[in-house]
């Protein structure tokens, strides 16, 4: 009679879910649906999407990133109008962003004189791919030719003053100067001091001093960064112009003088004259002027 093997196990055991098949579906937390792209696509590591340190923000604006193509405008303006964070939100996420080696941004002359911004974006940071000059079995490429700057978006028009003369619009120079000593958000290059110059004459023409002119424009400012302080400042010229001062009244003529009590040498009537001599009549009696 054999003997019973007490190792054997009494009965099949049942598969457990998510230890023997991992693709089971589980009990609770995310269900992944997935597709599997083969075009226009992304290739995120795990290191970054789920990464420790880095805000939702952050991860999310990396992401976007490295989605896009070469050369494409990830400065804080271009990022602000394309997502309804704010500047403020936005520049604080590429700083996470360069502390944690994702990006880098350094400002560079380009050879016709511009200072840009070159964004170096790392989908690995630590990896560093080998340049054309490290590379010995290749030629070496030529470098992209740099984009011409975007063009500047013209500003927009300003009231213009009846009469314009150098006093006055130098007065209204001095007055765009002493904007930025009130915030230094309003501090304006030279040329937008030229451009809005008229528009401030046309002010110091309706009988308001340099000071009320210079509390107008800078009051009530709203709290965000002014990424165009010259567009404002030309809106606020333009929306609040006050109406031009009253008439003065015309001033009346001087009444004429009124001469003194003179006593005709001829007759001896009284008269009003300036001089003494004779009156009306008798110097038409003698046929002499009146």
Known sequence: MDTENTSAPSRAQSRIPG???PHARPRSGVVHDNARHTENFTVIGNHLAQHPELSLLAIGLATYIQSVRQGTSVDIKTLANRFP???TRIAAALRELEAHGYLSRTRERTPTGHVVTRTVSRNRPGHRTSTPTENSSGPARRPAPDK????????PAVPQP??????LLQAAIDV???LRRRDPRLLLSATDAEHLAPGVAAWLERDLTPTAVRHALSENLPNEPLIRPAAFLAHRLTA????LPPARPPVPPSPEPRHPLRCCTGCGTPFRAPEPGRCRDCRADLKEPV
């Open 19 to 21: 230890k023997n098949h």
């Open 85 to 87: 964070e704010g500047p």
């Open 148 to 155: 011409p700057p975007p063009r500047k978006k013209r500003l």
């Open 162 to 167: 009846g009469y314009t003369s150098p006093a």
């Open 176 to 178: 765009l100067a002493g």
């Open 240 to 243: 609040q112009l006050p109406p």
